[in-house]
């Protein structure tokens, strides 16, 4: 920000500033620091019904821990929840990235008409597109059944939801299909940005096409990669709604992942410092998987200061 | 990087298209069936009848005025709120020095990733405490909070890209710095404003999870919400369902198109030029 450190309307006092910041940061540490904090003191604590009406916790100090880390079911959700989340941003990173590579050697009318589709998809409340998935999925009526069968498969009606394999297929379908969008059209916008300058030089230097992709264009569009696996870690490792809504708001537990996980101790079981303890738990698995992520958020940070 | 299309690309475009676009088409063409049509066990691609009963089976459903009129109350004050406070923390970051200014800024990047199922737990205890689940006030400030990270940075953006001398301009020309920031800064900071205001608005009329939690009664449905609540334990209408759906869809899709591009570059392009 170099037009920032020329700036000679820099005010005498320095409570302008912090004026300025009160009310965004008034909110966000109501809202957002303040039950960050609170996660963490309930998941040392006893805190069901009848704390939420006595308003007195009590502290059991690791209990809660120790008896999840001992509790078989947990870390059978918990590497559920890691293949699940690998399955859907290896998914969605691979079809994202080769449709983008795709786009830019389409004819322009099919490129236009795929951007359109993307951006429609994109645009689609993800309440919607559970509920249109539903729809296609549904016991009996479903299209996709029955254009298995009229292609010469004998599938009778089904509920596609009784086999766990098919059933987070289509959970992930859902959620894959509303994350190719974004990046494809990241990826495709990335790669309109390599300069042309630098891919003739390459092919006049006589790099063929392979080594153009590994030395030219990779290290341009590595960034974007990194940004695009981070954050689509970070969003389907939480993914809940899809599950949850998919599966008529009652999933059995062999669909539990984390997020569910921690929703039905607290909110079905009213064991909110189980819950709790669950939660904080997945933040700190997330925390170790997108660490390099945060780091670069708060290189970020200092660079804009 | 345009080479010339291959065969390749362009067959697989194709089959791209039919693939993403098809559930969008499902819905739409679901949404103007026929009740035979919508509950035939062998459905055909291309729709056999048109009629607009799901639709008005959808309008007349309990709840849906009551949800419509909910999301857009929710949203309309979420969007307010979010975006006065976050012009005023935007021209913090990009106009002033403070001591802080680094923490704040990383801070509001790190909070966007915390994951909500998670901080629904204690937020659900704090606003049972100030009493304020099943108030359109509650999720309002529940809305603004999630929301003004991304705000806050996205504003920042624009501001970035104004050239300071013309505020600079204006005091010299004896304009006191709230007259600067509100008669100079803050027109140029309209294109701005309205994208942010756009994507405050899908944001919040998109939201489930919050909703689900904090709106406990039945007239106090968001229409996210009360999609989720078409199945009953007797089935679904699937009709209505997708009609419904539909209508849902429609102010985002409309909206989105608008703002599509800045959103795209934003959410990368900070990251990746820094």
Known sequence: MTSATKLRIEPKSNFWPYLLIAPALTVILLILGFPVFRLITLSFQQFGLAEIVSGIPTWIGFENYLALLKDPEFWIVLRRTFIFTFAMVAASIVIGAWLAHLMARMNSILRWLLNTTLILVWAIPAL??????????????????STINRLGFDFAQRNWFTNTFSGFSIIGGVVVWGAVPFITISIYAALTQVPKELLEAAAIDGANSRQIFRSVILPILLPIYVILISLSIIWDFQVFTQIWVLLDNRPASEYYTMAIYAFEKSFGLSEYGMGAAIALLMIISL???????IKKMVQIGDSNA | MHKKSSIYA??????????????????????FKNRQDVLSTEPTILPRSFTIENYQNAFSREGFYA??????????????????????????????????????????????????????????????????TNTIGGLALTYVAFILPFTIWTLRGFLANIPIDIEEAALVDGCTRVQAYRHVLLPLMAPGLVATAIFAFIQAWNEFLLAYIIMQSQENLTLPV???????????DWGPLMAASTVTAIPVVIFFSLIQKRIATGVTAGAVKG
């Open chain 1, 287 to 293: 925390l170790g998987v997108t660490w390099f992520y």
């Open chain 2, 10 to 31: 362009n067959i697989s475009g194709v089959f791209a298209i039919v693939f993403m676009g098809f559930p969008v088409y499902w819905m739409v063409t679901t949404s």
């Open chain 1, 128 to 145: 919607v597109g559970i509920s249109i998935w539903k729809w296609m999925f549904s016991f009996e009526f479903s299209i996709i059944t």
């Open chain 2, 67 to 132: 949800s419509l009129r909910n999301s857009l109350i929710v949203v309309l004050i979420t969007v307010a709120i979010s975006l006065f406070i976050a012009t005023f923390a935007s021209v913090a970051i990009a106009r002033t020095k403070f001591t802080g200014k680094r923490s704040f800024i990383s801070s509001l990047l790190i909070v966007q990733m915390l994951p909500l199922s998670a901080l629904i737990i204690p937020l659900f205890l704090l606003l049972t405490r100030l009493q304020l």
């Open chain 2, 226 to 236: 009360w999609l989720a609540g078409f199945t009953t334990r007797t089935g679904t």
